[in-house]
């Protein structure tokens, strides 16, 4: 069986990981021959490969990025785009199944292609840790860590002016990373989609911190909306999925707040830093046992299905179950938060 391995969507720290372990393990315990496409999707449909051996990945589950580049193609548009096009490239090539990295939209077409009959088997892949059906996805733990210091650099500039610090986090429409990253860096408020709040209440956290003699620290995720707000804050268009592409809430914050509290406000947007640089240990260790897993559903002929974290175990979903909704921060997680709040 030749197989190919692309990487779809926003690049991820650990993509290159579970292409060492798929790999790794699918020549030398399955004898199976890989081939790399190039740029997610638009590979797909235009053709674009490269080698993928035991040599061509040798050190990458401790680099970042992805060796075989991605790009946010719609494999459904264009004059070569749609099941039959696509299923004559991979015909073509040579091809007989794909292993597809990638986040909501990349596997949400893998599935209409799974439908209309190819071989596909998904890896998630998203730094927001939003796709439903697995506890984690790779990424998500470098992103946080990455975040995480960000606010502490962010902290010391603060108490330094005595200003209020508002940290932009990434998670669209879920406020995982803030949370995480909220709570391990001990803001003072942390702001998700999942529960608007009023700029009355955000500056009454920020004045009770600067009362206190501190410097206010507000975390905020890109898709995070005030409750006077009927969508999130979005002035950059739509991608290939016709998403919104968000962010600068953070922008939007601080000049509230420095107006209703007269504390100096500044805002970061930290942006695609969160998604560069090398994997953490944990993120290394996820993704080579993704890797290693996603192989051994393509050997079993687990078509539309995503290796999935349950707990500590690898499992395997249909990849509706997968897109079936948003996983959210459940109320009970951002309450215990809240505690910490002011």
Same mark, same amino acid.
């Given at each position: ?6 990487? #779809? ?45 035991? !040599? #061509? ?22 004059? !070569? ?79 330094? !002016? ?71 804050? #979005?002035?950059?268009?739509? @991608? ?31 942006? !695609? ?61 951002? @309450? ?7």
């Amino acid at each position: 069986m030749r197989i190919g391995v692309l990487t #779809s969507g926003g690049d991820c720290p650990g993509l290159n990981a579970v292409i060492r372990g798929a790999v790794l393990k699918g020549t030398k315990i399955y004898n199976q021959e890989f081939v790399g496409i190039r740029d997610g999707w638009r590979g797909v449909v235009e053709g674009l490969t490269m080698p993928l051996d035991r !040599h #061509s990945v040798r050190g990458l589950s401790k680099q970042g990025g992805t060796v075989l580049g991605t790009s946010r193609t719609n494999p459904f548009e264009g004059p !070569h785009g749609g099941p039959k096009n696509v299923q004559a490239t991979l015909d073509r090539l040579g091809i007989d199944a794909l292993i597809a990295i990638g986040g909501e939209g990349t596997l949400a077409a893998a599935k209409r292609l799974t439908d209309e009959g190819l071989k596909i088997v998904g890896v998630p892949k998203t730094i927001d840790n939003d796709l439903d059906a697995t506890d984690y996805s790779f990424g998500f733990d470098t992103a946080v860590e990455i975040a995480t210091e960000a606010i502490d650099r962010l902290r010391t500039t603060g108490e330094s !002016h005595k200003r209020c610090m508002v940290v932009e986090v990434m998670g669209r429409h879920v406020g995982w990373i803030a949370l995480h990253a909220g709570m391990a860096a001990g803001a003072h408020a942390i702001l998700i989609p999942e529960r608007p709040q009023s700029v009355e209440q955000i500056c009454d956290w920020a004045k009770s911190v600067a009362d206190r003699g501190r410097a206010p620290v507000i975390v905020v995720s890109e898709g995070f909306t005030l409750d006077t707000m009927e969508s999130a804050h #979005s002035e950059k268009g739509l @991608d290939a999925f016709n998403r919104p592409r968000l962010g600068g809430i953070g922008d939007v914050l601080a000049p509230i707040i420095e107006e209703r509290t007269g504390i100096e406000s500044r805002s970061t947007v930290l942006g !695609h830093l969160q998604r560069g640089g090398v994997p953490s240990a944990y993120d290394r260790v996820l993704s080579t046992r993704l890797g290693m897993a996603a192989i051994d559903s393509v050997m079993n002929g687990e078509w539309g299905t995503m290796v999935a974290l349950r707990g500590t175990d690898l499992v395997n979903v249909p990849f509706a179950d997968a897109l079936g909704g948003l996983k959210k921060v459940p109320a009970a997680r951002y @309450d215990e938060a809240a505690i910490l709040f002011g």
